[in-house]
Each structure stands twice: as structure tokens, then as C-alpha cells.
């Protein structure tokens, strides 16, 4: 069985980030991936998980002929990923107009931090940089700190990595109908204000205080939240309906009556200090035993190591192996054409293949070679 995206092809400029991230997703839904990598890998190197499932030619983009290469490659493609800073592309001849000249259907997808124009759109920046701008920053962390810098999931991952999938399958859609490809301006602080809708939505209707951990969801409410336990591990509590939250009483055993002002936002300091008390008298394997699987809405905060052996994790196969490599399996699910993840790729791995596949010569090759513009 082949994946969803089994018969499109994608080719992708190697960047860092959020745009193999998004080609990772695309080649483990069955899409024909090429990468375009460069002679050496860069600064962050390669050969990470999210590099899997692609087939990868490594060219000096520099070099007379190279280019033309990238725009065979092309001319065959449904969609090009590219993650530089606005300018690059067309500065190497592959812009949106030369490559959209040379295919009209291509889905042309563009990932930055800042978008292709706006004040900042030349400058250099990282995922901390573009949640700053949308909001998401601000409400994370404790109310005595400056925000806690967060793991980069809501800034590159998911409004970049995952907003530039969207619009891509999107765009392809729009091109299967008309015949005409268009360009994708996928920006991470676009996408992460997007994701904060619901907050900019509560805040502006007078639901949401203005303050990290003040309201229901920033660890401002006892009742959601991480407590630590007596072994020094954590366990999560995400009581928030009342039927769930006296359930969390009864099975904690907790008849203290300051408990039963759930929703007095005053009292919420008070009652986290005394549920932390409480979780710390057990270890994470007790509290396990005694609230796994209920309604409380609990489960223990497993870091990565951990993760993969946990028995749900187990069970749906939300973990595989790979070369000795344990990482996450493709996601989401599908019922008839379940997506694979396919071995991670050394840089340049393909060229040959892909220059045959092209329509060239052994001697064409080699003359690449001598040239320099292959390794």
C-alpha cells in the first residue's frame, strides 16, 4: 500500500527547521521527496530524523550548470520547498516567475520566519524571535519570571512546519482543478498568532487575564497543571469539568472544604501549594497506579527517553525503529493508505540516480564531477 501523496513529487532546497520538517511530513505520506543539498552539509549538519524518506542530490549551486539541474528536476515536480531568507531564490535564478515559467502547475512553497516583506522580513531570526511578535510568548511561563522560552513547537513546527503543509496540500487541490501553480508565503509568526487564536479571542472578550500564570490553562489553576512527586519525577493533572475535578477529590482523598472553590481565582495560589503537597507525598509509579485511566484527566510527564516504552505509546505503534533509531511514527492515520517512514538519507545520496533518471549520460556525470558541480 502506498501512501496518500504516493505519485507527487516535492522538491526541497535543504534548510533548517521548520522546512524539512514539513518535506519529513510530505515524504512520510508517500510524497516523492528531492532534496537539493548542498557538497557539505551546513551549520546544523544532517542526517536527523526529520530527514527521512527523502532521495537527496548534492550540488554547488554556484557552478555553471548546477541550476539547470534543480530546474530539471523541477520542470517534474509538483511542489518546491525553500526556506531561505526572501531574495535568495531569485538571486540563484530559481525564483517563483523562472520556476513557475518553466512549470505552471508548481506549488511553489516559501518558509520564513518574518514572511517575503513587513519591516523585518531581512532579518535574521529563530523561533523564540517570531512567537515574540504574536502574543504566544508572553502568556508562557511563571508570573515572577520573564517568559519561559518554550521547546520550538509552536513557532517553527507548527506555525511554520505544519501551516506550510497545509498550504501546499492546498495549493495542490487548487492546481488539480485550474492547472496553475502559485506560490505558498508560509511565515512562522503568521502561523503562531494563528494557532493563538482561541487566546486573542478570550482576552478581547474579557476572558483572559493578562498576566502568565493567571488563568486556567497557563498554570495559574491548581487544577492544571505539573506537580512533583515524591521520587522527583512529575505527573500531570488536567481536571477542569467539575464532575472530573471531584473526582480528582475523592480519589486523592481530599475533604479539605478550600478545595470545593474550584473556580475562586483568588484562591487558586492556596490550593496549588496544598495539591502540590499532597502529590509530593507519593511517588509518580503510586499516583500511576491510583489515577491512570480515569476521568481525573491524568497522565505522568515522561521525558524522551521514557516516552517510547510507555505502554500506550506501545500499543498504537507511536514509536518506531529505524537503523537502530528510535523516533516518532508518521502521523496522522490512515485506514487504506497508511504512511511509512523510510530510512534516513546521507547528503548526496541519490545524485547519480537522479541525473540518470534526468536522462544523462555516465560521461555527463563525470563532467559534472570534474566540474565541481557535483561531489
Known sequence: MAGPLSGFTVVEMAAIGPSPFCAMMLADMGADVIRIDRLTAGFFGSGGIIDRGRRTIALDLKKPGAVDIVLALIEKADALLEGFRPGVMERLALGPDVCLERNPRLVYGRMTGWGQEGPLAQAAGHDLNYIAITGALHAMGYADRPPTPPLHLVGDMGGGAMMLAFGILCGLLEASR??????????????????????????????????????????????????????????????????????????????????????????????????????????????????????????????????????????????????????????????????????????????????????????????????????
Open 178 to 375: 485550474t492547472g496553475k501553480g502559485q506560490v505558498v508565503d508560509a511565515a512562522i509568526c503568521d502561523g503562531a498568532s494563528l494557532l493563538a487564536s482561541t487566546y486573542h479571542g478570550k482576552i478581547r472578550r474579557g476572558e483572559w487575564v493578562n498576566q502568565r500564570q493567571s488563568n486556567m490553562l497557563d498554570g495559574g489553576a491548581h487544577f492544571y497543571g505539573c506537580y512533583a512527586c515524591a521520587d522527583g519525577k512529575f505527573v500531570s493533572v488536567g481536571a477542569i469539568e467539575p464532575q472530573f475535578y471531584q473526582l480528582l477529590l475523592e480519589l486523592c482523598g481530599i475533604k479539605d472544604n478550600d478545595f470545593l472553590q474550584q473556580w475562586e481565582r483568588e484562591q487558586w495560589p492556596l490550593l496549588r501549594a496544598k495539591l502540590a503537597s499532597i502529590i509530593a507525598g507519593k511517588t509518580r509509579e503510586q499516583w500511576c497506579a491510583l489515577l491512570e485511566g480515569t476521568d481525573v484527566c491524568f497522565a505522568p510527564v515522561l521525558d524522551f527517553l521514557e516516552a517510547p516504552d510507555y505502554p500506550h505509546n506501545k500499543e498504537r505503534g507511536s514509536f518506531i525503529e529505524t537503523d537502530g533509531i528510535v523516533h516518532p511514527a508518521p502521523a496522522p492515520r490512515f485506514s487504506r493508505t497508511p504512511g511509512q517512514a523510510l530510512p534516513i538519507p546521507k547528503n548526496g545520496q541519490h545524485t547519480e540516480e537522479l541525473l540518470i533518471e534526468l536522462g544523462m549520460s555516465e560521461a555527463d556525470i563525470q563532467t559534472f564531477r570534474e566540474r565541481g558541480v557535483i561531489a
